[in-house]
Structure formats: structure tokens, C-alpha cells
């Protein structure tokens, strides 16, 4: 059994028996961690506060040789989650992406760039209600670091450049835009213009949609990008769309 120390960001958390919490943690050295607090609901100095939903901590965690349950040892709080609890957008959002990450990966799988993604948001979320463009951001982002990311610049079947005012064909099943050319052999949906260009803004983090109507048509496209590449149904999504979109 040897000792591991990371920084996680904890993901969830569930009683087990009387005194003991199952903890799911997002490390940024190993990936997605699952692991018992022996004790956590039983003492209130033992592990106190530092082991809620959202939290930033430096974890210390015995494991076993293999990919079972590893037990923490110890926990210190980086960041706290005050500030999420004061908003149902602020705290539907950031289910929304401890959901995301923690179904969207498999144990001890390091993403370092997920980790950081993911913490990035979380301070966002702190401080801020977010709007759809700043969760859209992130979602991107993600998504990008995973390898699903939609691709708004060059057509995805030949490759070419596509003026801005070009970019209206947009092909769920080869996951980008399609020059006029390959939208008329390959199935697609014809968007608004302007649509792809505020993806754009949005990855960039420059700015939003221009419109409500946009912005409610990117949504669509997202929902089907990520029903059909992905396939999971998030549960927090439901809520957050009623929050916050």
C-alpha cells in the first residue's frame, strides 16, 4: 500500500454505513478517483468541511497495487464552494460540470487540462451567476480537451476554408460545418448566419450571442451534437436549462 498526494476537486459525495463517506474526486495527476473517508460523518474535526461538492483540496490517500477504492488519509482545503450555494444558477451550473466530468470519464484517467478546466469554472461560479455563453465556454472547452469538440471553421468532409457568411450547414453526424458544396450530398440542418460565428466568440471567450433567437438555436445544436456523439443523459442538464437558459 503506498501513499499518494494530489490536488482533487471532489465531485460527489454519499454516506456509507453509519460513519463513512464515499468520496468521488478529480485529481489532477491520476483522473477520476473513487474513494472512502473513514470516519468523515461520524467526527467534526475529522475531515471537516473540506470534503463537500466543489471543493478544491490537497488529498493525501493510501491505495492498494491495482485500481480499487483508495482510502483518504487526509485533506486540505484549497478552495471552499462559498459563494455556489447562493445561487441556483451558480449551483445547477456547477453540477452540471461535476456531472459532466465525472460521466464523461473513466477512473484514473489524468486529464490535467479537464482538472484545470474544470477548477477554472468552479472559481467563475463562486463569484458570478453564469450566463449560457459563459457555461457554453466551458462546455467547449472540455469538450475540446476530450476530443469531441465541434468544429466551426473548415468543412469536415474536404477541408476548405469557409467564408463567415457561408457557415450555415452544419453536419451533427460528421461533427462541423460543411462547405455549400458537401451540404448538398451529406446530410445536415441549415442553421441562421451568424450562429457559427458566435460559437466562435463564445470559444474564445470574447462575447455572446447576438440574438435570443441564436442563442436559443446553439443550445439545439449542442443538445444534438452531444446526444449523438456522446449519448449520456445528464441529469443536472434538465434543471440547469430551467435555471439558467
Given at each position: 500500500?503506498?501513499?499518494?498526494?494530489?490536488?482533487?476537486?471532489?465531485?460527489?459525495?454519499?454516506?456509507?454505513?453509519?460513519?463513512?463517506?464515499?468520496?468521488?474526486?478529480?485529481?489532477?495527476?491520476?483522473?477520476?478517483?473513487?474513494?472512502?473517508?473513514?470516519?468523515?460523518?461520524?467526527?467534526?474535526?475529522?475531515?471537516?468541511?473540506?470534503?463537500?461538492?466543489?471543493?478544491?483540496?490537497?488529498?493525501?490517500?493510501?491505495?492498494?497495487?491495482?485500481?480499487g477504492m483508495?482510502?483518504i488519509?487526509?485533506?486540505?482545503?484549497?478552495?471552499?464552494?462559498?459563494?455556489?450555494?447562493?445561487?441556483?444558477?451558480?449551483?445547477?451550473?456547477?453540477?452540471f460540470?461535476?456531472?459532466?466530468?465525472?460521466?464523461?470519464?473513466?477512473e484514473?484517467?489524468?486529464?490535467?487540462?479537464?482538472?484545470?478546466a474544470l477548477?477554472?469554472?468552479?472559481?467563475?461560479?463562486?463569484?458570478?451567476?453564469?450566463?449560457?455563453?459563459?457555461?457554453?465556454?466551458?462546455?467547449?472547452?472540455?469538450?475540446?480537451?476530450?476530443?469531441?469538440?465541434?468544429?466551426?471553421?473548415t468543412?469536415v468532409?474536404?477541408?476548405?476554408?469557409?467564408?463567415?457568411?457561408?457557415?450555415?450547414?452544419?453536419?451533427?453526424?460528421?461533427?462541423?460545418?460543411?462547405?455549400?458544396?458537401?451540404?448538398?450530398?451529406?446530410?445536415h440542418?441549415?442553421w441562421?448566419?451568424?450562429?457559427?460565428?458566435?460559437?466562435?466568440?463564445v470559444?474564445?471567450?470574447?462575447?455572446?450571442?447576438?440574438?435570443?433567437?441564436?442563442?436559443?438555436?446553439a443550445?439545439?445544436?449542442?443538445?444534438g451534437?452531444?446526444?449523438y456523439?456522446?449519448?449520456?443523459?445528464?441529469?443536472?442538464?434538465k434543471?440547469?436549462?430551467?435555471?439558467?437558459?
Open positions: 500500500m503506498s501513499l499518494r498526494k494530489d490536488e482533487a476537486i471532489v465531485l460527489s459525495k454519499r454516506a456509507y454505513g453509519e460513519s463513512d463517506r464515499i468520496i468521488h474526486l478529480f485529481t489532477l495527476n491520476a483522473g477520476k478517483v473513487s474513494a472512502i473517508a473513514k470516519g468523515a460523518g461520524k467526527s467534526q474535526k475529522r475531515f471537516m468541511n473540506t470534503l463537500e461538492p466543489f471543493n478544491h483540496v490537497k488529498v493525501e490517500y493510501f491505495e492498494k497495487q491495482g485500481r483508495v482510502r488519509e487526509n485533506a486540505d482545503l484549497v478552495s471552499g464552494n462559498s459563494g455556489i450555494e447562493t445561487s441556483m444558477k451558480r449551483m445547477c451550473s456547477a453540477s460540470f461535476t456531472e459532466f466530468v465525472d460521466r464523461m470519464t473513466r484514473r484517467e489524468p486529464y490535467n487540462g479537464l482538472f484545470l477548477k477554472e469554472f468552479i472559481s467563475f461560479a463562486r463569484s458570478k451567476d453564469p450566463a449560457y455563453a459563459d457555461i457554453l465556454h466551458y462546455e467547449l472547452m472540455m469538450l475540446d480537451i476530450l476530443g469531441y469538440h465541434p468544429n466551426f471553421d468543412c468532409f474536404c477541408g476548405t476554408v469557409i467564408n463567415d457568411e457561408e457557415k450555415i450547414y452544419f453536419s451533427r453526424e460528421r461533427g462541423g460545418v460543411l462547405c455549400t458544396v458537401c451540404s448538398r450530398s451529406l446530410p440542418r441549415r441562421s448566419p451568424g450562429l457559427m460565428q458566435g460559437f466562435l466568440a470559444k474564445k471567450f470574447e462575447t455572446g450571442f447576438e440574438t435570443r433567437s441564436l442563442e436559443r438555436e443550445q439545439e445544436l449542442m443538445e451534437f452531444i446526444t456523439h456522446v449519448d449520456l443523459d445528464f441529469k443536472s442538464y434543471l440547469l436549462k430551467t435555471m439558467v437558459f
